[in-house]
């Protein structure tokens, strides 16, 4: 066999070795051998703060400016390859569609944990939950993982306070069909109106058995669906429906709230005679 057939059939070889790995979904063209640099975990120097405690003697306003300073720590730092250039952090309170804290945390050499001290500028009544998120880059340009976590401000241990319950006393359930029922509730905090973690009611039928579908929560969110007027306004709201089949007789409603502190407001009672 001349050289030039063993061309022919070199060339006819691997013509069909690559046609083959075309075919095979299991064969991955990998363009990156090196490993990225990796974040495993996020730590806080703190996970809850009172503004209540900042600031000593005089009136206390919800108003006044505070500063909460905290250190984020993040450890395991993996760079097989290259160094972590630069770290990003925000920190977004809840409902917040803009960062209380977006900043670049610049390094100059590659490390196995880094800590930094930031300062969150805040109201004292800006209470509720707060995410901090960091991801970052290596000195190759390449984008990190991101880590999360969560810390909650409070404006000291003040339990919420129900009032003004809106209610029917009496309701006529039709034959077909079915009749809607709202039901409103102001609540206030010390803390904060964003201190309110939940507000619902326990139903409880006419012969003292409680409802199978308690607790029901209500809403301060603006949707008609809930039969809520107005959102964030402090007055929580929930429409239902009874229909035709509901049982007849008097039932007792229990409404309460309850604070990011798990401090439960006074109880409301109100009674509903269905007929």
Known sequence: MNFNMHKILLITLVSMILAGCANDDSVIDSVFTGDLPHL?????????????????GGIKS?????????RISITGVSTSDAGLDRVRCTVVSSGSPRPNIDTILTFSQAM????????LHIRRGDVG?????????????????????????????????????????????????????????????????KDIRRVQFNTF??????????????FDDGLAVHGDAVADDGIYSLRVQLPASTARGRYRFEFQAFDFGNLPSNIIIHFVEVI
């Open 40 to 56: 495993e975990r996020l730590r806080l120097s703190a996970y809850e703060f009172d503004t209540d405690s900042i600031g000593t």
């Open 62 to 70: 919800p108003d006044d400016p505070v500063v909460l300073p905290f």
């Open 112 to 119: 196995d944990s880094l800590q930094a001290d930031l300062e």
């Open 129 to 193: 939950v707060y995410e901090v998120e960091v991801t970052g880059w290596d000195t190759k340009g390449r984008s990190l993982n991101r880590l999360r976590s969560t810390f909650r401000v409070r404006n000291g241990s003040y339990a919420p306070v129900l009032t003004n319950l809106s209610a029917p006393d009496t309701v006529i359930v039709p034959d077909t069909g079915f009749v809607l029922l709202d039901f409103q509730v102001t609540v206030t905090d010390s803390s904060g109106i």
């Open 205 to 218: 039928l006419p012969d003292g058995r409680p409802s199978s579908s308690n607790p029901f929560q209500m």
